[in-house]
């Protein structure tokens, strides 16, 4: 239990700090389905690439040490959750987007309630060995 919830948040923390740094780097220019945008919202989307940057170096941390940093990782899923949650509030307002972000939106509405178990059963056994 304890080396699969390792490896998604390894998997997960790789896949954020490739594409923020393709954010940063290319600009919006990386988004399926994307169109050319102003200036405006390019320095936008290269500014919020740090923060995913930050997210994805965080969830690697935490890799490293479940069960001492559970409450951080705690932390991060709600964020990634609430992620998942605004695109459902882009889909009322706007309409859907590209087929791949409702993919997305899926996973990050899925996603963290699985990692939140395993961590659970994780900080059981743990607790049951010291």
Known sequence: MRRAL???LIVGGLATVLIALAHIALGPAVI???????????????????MFLGFGFALLWC????????????????LFFLGGCARVISILLV??????????????????PLIW??????????GQTR
């Open 32 to 50: 399926p389905g994307s169109v050319p945008v102003n200036p405006t919202m390019d320095s936008e989307d290269r500014f919020y690439a740090t």
């Open 63 to 78: 890799a490293a040490s479940i069960h001492e940093r559970s409450k951080f990782i705690r932390f991060l899923i709600v």
């Open 117 to 126: 178990l395993l961590l659970a059963r994780v900080e059981r056994r743990m």
């Open 6 to 8: 390792q490896i998604i």
């Open 95 to 112: 309409g859907p987007p590209n087929l791949f972000f409702q993919a997305m939106t899926a996973l990050e509405l899925l996603l963290p």
